[in-house]
Each structure stands twice: as C-alpha cells, then as structure tokens.
C-alpha cells in the first residue's frame, strides 16, 4: 500500500480518538494499528515514519514511534 495511503488512514484514526479527552489518544491509535491493521500495513507505515514521516499528525507520529518500539522490544524477547 502507497505511504500517502497508510498516512492518510492513520490521521483519520487519530481524528477519531484525539478529541476524546478521557483517553490517551497516543496510547488508543497505537493499540488500534495494533490490532487491526494487516502487519505490513504496520511496516509500513513504521518505514513511512523511519524516512520522516511527512503528513503524519503529531499525535500519529507519536503513535506510530511506540508501536516501532513495542515490535522491536517483541523481537528482542522483551
């Protein structure tokens, strides 16, 4: 899938959950890429962000840098 694809369907997840103040909007789009996005649509958009992540929302960056790092800690056992 296109990076400007994966961006896009990113920042609507966070436009979904950002404005929901009794949640941590960072911590709830993480978790959503997590569960129901395809892995390579999670490597992707992890590539996407590793190559600057342009377009992406600051609270999708942010969301999109923890999962990078929650699947690394996975391959490393921890």
């Known amino acids: 899938m296109q990076p400007e694809k994966l ?5 609507q997840i966070g ?9 941590d909007a960072v911590a709830a789009i993480a978790d959503h890429l997590e569960k129901f996005w ?6 992707g958009i992890v590539a996407h962000l590793e190559a ?3 377009g ?18 996975r391959r490393q056992g921890g």
Do not use: C, S, Y
């Not at 961006?7 to 920042?11: K, L, P, Q, S």
């Not at 436009?15 to 949640?23: A, E, G, L, T």
């Open 38 to 43: 395809d892995p390579r649509m999670r490597a």
């Open 7 to 11: 961006v896009m369907m990113a920042n």
């Open 15 to 23: 436009q979904f959950f950002v404005p929901q103040h009794k949640i």
């Open 52 to 54: 600057g992540g342009a």
């Open 56 to 73: 992406l929302d600051p609270p999708v960056r942010q969301a999109v840098d923890r999962l990078k790092h929650k699947t690394a800690d």
